[in-house]
């Protein structure tokens, strides 16, 4: 079995460990550091459910190799607000909108719609639908995760200077 | 028996909440030196009607309801706990009408959904927002019912359609956006009067997305299209009608 060192950032901190040359990043995030809200949905990169931030941008980390994020920084729905901490723009967003029925896909919408705000922070419907297309959701149908990140783009300034006042 | 959760689940919630209710304002008359009848629940706490200054908040009413020299004589320490077994008397009928509006390409028979209004009556309603969003999830199956999903097999029984690579799971951009509205009938065989409906959207949206394809066709002599009803199955139906 060939093993490697991997020194990874992941929410802020830097994280190192000898692990499997095949590990997969979402294997490394729950089952070495044991961040488990970042979900396995298909194993196949369809669905979306593994969906984390790597260096800012929206990746499905179940197809990529923890080797390949050596010296990377990994973002994780766990990262996004420590607990006690107000919520981000688009976690609120999902709660206020109610963007969930059972949760599973979750954390990958919400990392998914927080790296389409960093590039585009005021997105229309079509946008934001075409942005979450690699990320599938059995239960809602969509419409409140559209307008969840709406609410979220809406609200991303107020939010922030409540956080920062 | 049908979508239940509610129905059946709920009025459990109901009847036991109610007994527990009872019991803790009982404990809360006793606590305020008051009668029973006067005791008004409301805000998180219990008090005294028409003397607003003399209340006693829920958390103090569940401490003492573990302590047997602060409870009234019927009742027992551990009090504030009920369990309800029950059935409910018959099953509950939503009912509904949805509307759909869809475009099909002459080239490639595909079909885009222009727009989905969603008229559900599910008596009465918990929570707006929740029963909206069964609502919205049960249209999405129901579309993807009619569109998309279906587990295909070859000639040897063997499942084609086995990953999401092959069976199509709609994603955002294939849905439509809904617009919904409710008529409220209570039903009288429970005493929230709520009904059903996490399956309403499931077993309203297929008809209506597959009527409505039928209708853009029937200029073509097209009176059934099998679901899922995919752009080929639409283009051969456009090619056969030339």
Redesign the interface.
């Known amino acids: 079995m060939s093993t490697m060192n991997v020194t990874i950032t992941v929410n802020g901190t830097e994280t190192s460990h000898q692990v499997e040359s095949r590990l997969l990043l979402v294997h490394y995030l729950r089952e070495v550091l044991r961040l488990t809200g970042t979900h396995v949905g298909?194993d196949?990169s369809?669905?979306g459910a593994c969906t984390v931030l790597l260096d800012g941008q929206a990746v499905k980390s179940c197809t990529v190799l923890a080797a390949q994020a050596r010296g990377c920084s990994v973002t994780t729905i766990e990262g996004l607000s420590a607990p006690g901490d107000p919520f981000t723009p688009v976690q609120e967003g999902f709660r206020q909108e109610?963007g969930l029925?059972c949760g599973f896909c979750t954390p990958g919408m919400i990392m998914a719609s927080t790296a389409l705000l960093a590039d585009n922070p005021d997105p229309g419907?079509?946008e934001?639908?075409?942005s979450?297309?690699?990320?599938?959701?059995?239960?809602?149908?969509?419409?409140?995760?559209?307008r969840a990140v709406r609410w979220a783009a809406e609200h991303a300034a107020g939010l922030a200077e409540e956080v920062a006042g | 028996m049908g979508s239940r959760a509610v129905p059946v689940g709920g009025e459990g919630v109901k009847t036991a909440s109610t007994r527990v209710i009872e019991r803790a304002t009982k404990i809360a008359a006793h606590l305020l030196e008051a009668d029973e009848a006067d005791i008004e629940v409301a805000d998180g706490q219990f008090s005294v009607r028409g003397t607003p200054s003399k209340s006693v908040p829920w958390a103090d009413v569940a401490w003492k309801s573990f302590q047997p020299l602060e409870l009234p004589p019927d009742l027992e320490p551990g009090c504030l706990d009920a369990t309800v077994f029950q059935q409910v008397p018959n099953f509950s009928f939503p009912c509904g009408a949805y509307c759909c509006v869809v475009e099909i390409d002459r080239g490639t028979g595909g079909v885009t959904i222009r727009s989905m209004h969603l008229v559900d009556d599910c008596g009465t309603v918990i929570n707006p927002?929740?029963a909206?969003?069964?609502v919205?999830?049960?249209?999405?199956?129901g579309i993807a019912q009619a569109l998309f999903e279906s587990m295909e097999y070859d000639e040897h029984g063997l499942p084609r359609t086995a990953?999401?690579?092959d069976y199509l799971?709609p994603?955002?951009?294939d849905?439509p956006?809904?617009t919904s509205g409710r008529v409220v009938t209570p039903t009288p065989n429970n005493t929230l009067g709520a009904k059903g409906i996490g399956e309403s959207?499931s077993v309203g949206a297929p008809p209506a997305v597959v009527n409505a394809v039928v209708d853009a066709l029937s200029h073509l002599g097209v009176r059934h299209v099998d679901m899922p009803v995919t752009p080929f199955k639409v283009w051969k139906l456009l090619q056969e009608a030339r």
């Open positions: 298909c196949t369809s669905c109610h029925q419907e079509d934001i639908r075409r979450l297309e690699g990320n599938l959701c059995r239960c809602t149908g969509y419409e409140m995760i559209v | 927002l929740l909206e969003g069964q919205h999830g049960g249209v999405a199956q990953t999401l690579v799971v994603a955002a951009p849905l956006s809904y959207g």
